[in-house]
C-alpha cells in the first residue's frame, strides 16, 4: 500500500512563504514522477509542478512559474514545494501526487497515487 502525507499548509498573509512537504510510504519514489495539484473551493484540481524521477525535469504551471519551486529527495522518499510570494489566489487545499511516468507529467490522469491533501490559506 503506497501512503502520501502530505504537511507544511496553514493560513499566511500575501507576500509569505511555505515549504509544503510530502513523505512518501510503501514503496521507493525513486522510479516514479512526482507532482503538486492544488484545488480552490469550485474549482477543479489544477496542476500545479512536476518533477522527475531524478530531479533533473521540473514543470510548472504558468501562474507558479518563478514563485514556487518543487524539489525531491529519494533518500528520504520526500518531495517538497517551495513556495514564495504567495498570494490569495494561491488559497487551496494543496494535493502531492505519484506517477509511474517517470520523465514527470502535468496530465492528472497519469497520477496513480495521491496524497489527501494540506490546507493552504492566503489573506491579502
Known amino acids: 500500500q503506497v501512503q502520501l502525507v502530505e504537511s507544511g499548509g496553514g493560513l499566511v498573509q500575501a507576500g509569505a512563504s511555505l515549504r509544503l512537504s510530502c513523505a512518501v510510504s510503501?514503496?521507493?519514489?525513486?522510479?516514479?514522477?512526482m507532482g503538486w495539484f492544488r484545488q480552490a473551493p469550485g474549482k477543479e484540481r489544477e496542476f500545479v509542478a512536476t518533477?522527475?524521477?531524478?530531479?533533473?525535469?521540473?514543470t510548472y504551471a504558468d501562474s507558479v512559474k518563478g514563485r514556487f519551486i518543487i524539489s525531491r529527495d529519494n533518500a528520504k522518499n520526500t518531495v517538497y514545494l517551495q513556495m514564495n510570494n504567495l498570494k490569495p489566489e494561491d488559497t487551496a487545499v494543496y494535493y502531492c501526487a505519484a506517477s509511474p511516468v517517470a520523465t514527470a507529467t502535468s496530465q492528472k490522469p497519469e497520477y496513480q497515487y495521491w496524497g489527501q491533501g494540506t490546507q493552504v490559506t492566503v489573506s491579502s
Open positions: 510503501g514503496r521507493t519514489v525513486g522510479t516514479y514522477g
Open positions: 518533477v522527475s524521477w531524478n530531479g533533473y525535469i521540473r
